[in-house]
């Protein structure tokens, strides 16, 4: 939610989702058979317990003073698997972490410009390469 809070725009107070702004350039950290597990595991949680209440709406299931406790319960073990897959501590702050989110997200950002850059070199060395057999 904090990565979603920084990046979403707003519609009045409520937030707009997209899926290229909020969630396609939302950076995942390279994870472990475990931590992919755990965080499998978790996410599992959270659609069982919003099964078991199945004439609660999405609203109910989210509403801080409506939340049952199973379903919350859920979703704290899964921040905290997410948390672990990342290496970040559990008491970092809001804008601790999306600060980080946004570190890892400017790596990522120079790793595609690193892969774009040798792409358009070989494909540079492959036109000249076939100009050159051309003559």
């Known amino acids: 939610m904090a990565w979603m809070r920084t990046v979403a725009g707003r519609l009045k107070s409520d937030y707009r989702y997209s899926n290229t702004i909020v969630y396609n350039n939302f950076i995942w950290p390279k994870v472990t058979e475990k931590n992919k597990s755990q965080i499998e595991k978790t996410a599992q949680m959270i659609l069982d317990a919003r ?75 492959t036109e000249k390469s076939r100009s050159g057999k051309a003559n």
């Open 51 to 125: 099964a078991k209440h199945p004439t609660m709406s999405l609203a109910q299931l989210y509403d801080e003073l409506t939340m049952p406790e199973d379903l919350r319960n859920a979703h704290t073990a899964n921040d905290k698997a997410v948390m672990k897959a990342y290496g970040f501590k559990p008491s970092m702050t809001e804008p601790e972490i999306v600060a980080e989110l946004f570190k890892l997200y400017e790596v990522k950002l120079k790793e595609l410009e690193q892969e774009e850059k040798k792409k358009e070199e070989k494909s540079k060395a």
